[in-house]
């Protein structure tokens, strides 16, 4: 034992471990983009699809819901998966799938060619996103290092998320549609080169078999009731065609529970939501989705259907937009660690709200600035600004072994939330439009939406004051990946994943 080392200032990392470092840090953030990209880069692309391939009208809403239903279902999944199986050897199997499936996509003579690729790539993606964040986690030590990296991933993914419209245009407009897939293969080669040299492998967990009953069950029922939602835009909530897999859906989840609490090695240990922070942040991020997700859609409609813009204009005029939520998650770490992540998230939130409660008085008539440009930018910066913190609470609440598994949990929770969060606000705004295809009755349709969505929020922020934890993030004072000590009743992971009620190990293991 080594006298008061725990009082020692760190120590530099060489040269070539901050190379490593960093290198990690890029490989994940492009592996995130570009599965977050593909949830909305086809959306301008559907009409060419449409017409080269002779899609139908359900067919052509599969070429979204096949990706997103599969990158919903698979993600619990991927991220044990990368506990168990390696972190490296699950990124590039993720990554490695989706490179291949974007690349038939693009090649794709058949409609149904290119639903089975859009499939495939959502389950490589589903395998590559908890990676992403576990690799990050596991490369950065909790502190100020680990909350600007955790920042940029989350700043990088979000613009992944808002470039979509415009790097779908602009592809489109410039080739074809065919180069919204193929734009995958050089990125995802040239990053499976680099991870094959830079990354290391590592395990969290003990090398075990996969629960594979749990497995078989969450994954159903998470595509069984994503399917369900998805299916409320074209048959509503009350139809059996809705109502069956919603249902069915959830019993299978249920049946999950039951299995966990008695498994031996389960998929998702039980004990990991009962960790204040883990079960908090989730429900929070799924809350966050589920309001700020559909505002693409609806803006880039919006801007299409009512103002008259093209696709590529439509692209452009959300590019405020798209930079705001980059800068809200980069900033968010600085100012985290001056305010805790739970101020910094409950603000962000009601920041997002403002942004919504502005967009929601838009009309027939109006001014880019002021119906799009300015609450655009308020919409984004506070779904930025609350990212972060959350992710950070969500993956520091968690045991060294459980990582991958609760990088998995947060991305569920963002992309469910996403999924279920667009077709309520889709069923609202058709509700208020009812059939009229007038431009003051989508626009009342979609006010009514971002209205929704405000209150949403708001009552988010209120969830959130009352349950996420409290911790300081000032100096001194380390929680949910903020630098300093933890408080001294909380238990600190150590080396060998066992926990101390001091800060001793979990400083001792950050040198290491």
């Not at 979204?64 to 919903?72: G, K």
């Not at 680099?194 to 069950?217: K, P």
């Not at 908090?280 to 693409?296: E, H, I, R």
């Amino acid at each position: 034992m080594t006298p008061m080392a725990h009082d020692s200032p760190p120590a530099r990392l060489p040269a070539p471990s901050r190379t490593r470092t960093w290198a990690v840090v890029a490989a994940a953030c492009t592996g995130q983009f570009l599965v977050v990209l593909d949830v909305s880069v086809v959306n301008v692309a559907l009409p060419s699809m449409r017409t080269d391939l002779g899609l139908s009208g359900p067919g052509l809403q599969w070429v979204v819901n096949a990706y997103s239903i599969a990158f919903a279902g698979f993600m619990l999944l991927g991220g044990r998966a990368a506990d168990i199986y390696g972190r490296k050897r699950m990124f590039m199997t993720g990554l490695g799938l989706f490179t291949a499936a974007s690349l038939a996509g693009g090649f794709a003579q058949e409609g149904w060619q290119l639903l089975a690729a859009r499939a495939a790539q959502g389950l490589g993606a589903a395998v590559l996103s908890p990676a992403t964040l576990t690799l990050l986690t596991a490369a950065v030590p909790e502190g100020p290092a680990r909350t600007r990296a955790i920042g940029t991933w989350m700043a990088v993914g979000a613009g992944g998320g808002a470039a979509g419209g415009l790097v779908g245009g602009v592809l489109t407009d410039a080739l074809s549609w065919r180069w919204v897939l193929l734009i995958n293969v050089p990125i995802g080669a040239l990053v499976l080169a680099g991870a094959a040299v830079w990354l290391a492998e590592g395990r969290a967990g003990d090398r075990r078999r996969v629960d594979l009953l749990g497995a078989v069950l969450v994954t159903a029922g998470l595509a069984t009731t994503a399917y369900g939602i998805v299916q409320t835009e074209a048959a509503g909530w009350s139809d059996a065609g809705t109502l069956v897999p919603l249902l069915g859906g959830l019993a299978l989840l249920g049946v999950f529970v039951l299995v966990e609490a008695t498994a031996a090695a389960p998929l998702m240990p039980l004990r990991v939501l009962g960790v204040r922070a883990v079960s908090a942040a989730n429900v929070s991020m799924l809350l966050l989705g589920s309001a700020t997700f559909g505002m693409w859609y609806f803006m880039t409609v919006y801007a299409q259907n009512v103002l008259g813009y093209t696709p590529l204009q439509a692209g452009f005029a959300l590019v405020p937009s798209s930079a705001a939520v980059f800068v809200g998650a980069k900033a968010a770490p600085r100012i985290m660690a001056r305010t805790g992540a739970k101020p910094l998230a409950v603000a962000g939130v009601l920041v997002a709200a403002s942004g919504f409660g502005w967009q929601c008085t838009m009309g027939e008539h109006g001014s880019y600035l002021t119906a799009v440009c300015l609450p655009g930018m308020l919409m984004m910066a506070g779904s930025g600004l609350a990212s972060t913190p959350l992710a950070s609470l969500a993956t520091s609440g968690a045991a060294p072994g459980d990582a991958g598994l609760v990088s998995g949990l947060i991305n569920t929770s963002r992309t469910m939330g996403g999924a279920l969060g667009l077709a309520v606000l889709s069923t609202v705004a058709a509700a208020r439009t009812a059939g009229s295809g007038a431009a003051g009755e989508i626009t009342a349709g979609y006010a009514l939406a971002f209205r929704t969505s405000a209150v949403v929020l708001v009552a988010g922020a209120v969830m959130m004051l009352l349950w996420l934890p409290g911790h300081p993030g000032r100096r001194g004072a380390g929680a949910a990946g903020v630098p300093g000590r933890k408080p001294a009743d909380e238990p600190v992971a150590g080396t060998n994943g066992a926990t101390t009620t001091d800060g001793t190990a979990g400083k001792t293991a950050e040198r290491a």
